[in-house]
């Protein structure tokens, strides 16, 4: 049974750091593709980054130059270190994985965490 359990989210002011993790369990996660995906209230799911097989990453636009993500195979663990925050970047952070699919589209993905907050303040 495919199982996301993400961590690391909190309360940081702009332009402060957070590392989020994604701890994987059902698979491993060299075989699958990974994502971090957030939401806002009342707004349609977001992509951040995306990383596949393989350990390419791709990111949103809105993030680019600002998050890296990556992943430890042998923790099978995926990681999003977030810098210079800013107060949009907040909301409810998702991990996503899917076997077949990769990219930044939300519907590509069949497995979710339960997300972990994350809020910027000024």
């Known amino acids: 049974q495919v199982q996301l359990v993400e961590s690391g989210g909190g309360s940081v002011q702009a332009g402060g750091s957070l590392r989020l993790s994604c701890a994987a369990s059902g698979f491993t996660n060299n075989n699958y593709c990974m994502g971090w995906f957030r939401q806002v209230p009342g707004k349609e799911r977001e992509a951040v980054a995306s990383?596949?097989?393989?350990?390419?990453?791709t990111y949103g636009y809105s993030v680019k130059g600002r998050v890296t993500v990556s992943k430890d195979n042998a923790k099978n663990t995926m990681y999003l270190q977030m810098n210079n925050l800013k107060p949009e970047d907040g909301g409810v952070y998702y991990c996503?994985?899917?076997?077949?699919?990769?990219?930044?589209?939300?519907?590509?993905?069949?497995?979710w965490g339960q997300g972990t907050q994350v809020t910027v303040s000024t």
């Open positions: 990383i596949d097989r393989h350990g390419v990453p």
């Open positions: 996503a994985a899917d076997k077949v699919f990769c990219g930044l589209y939300a519907s590509n993905y069949g497995y």
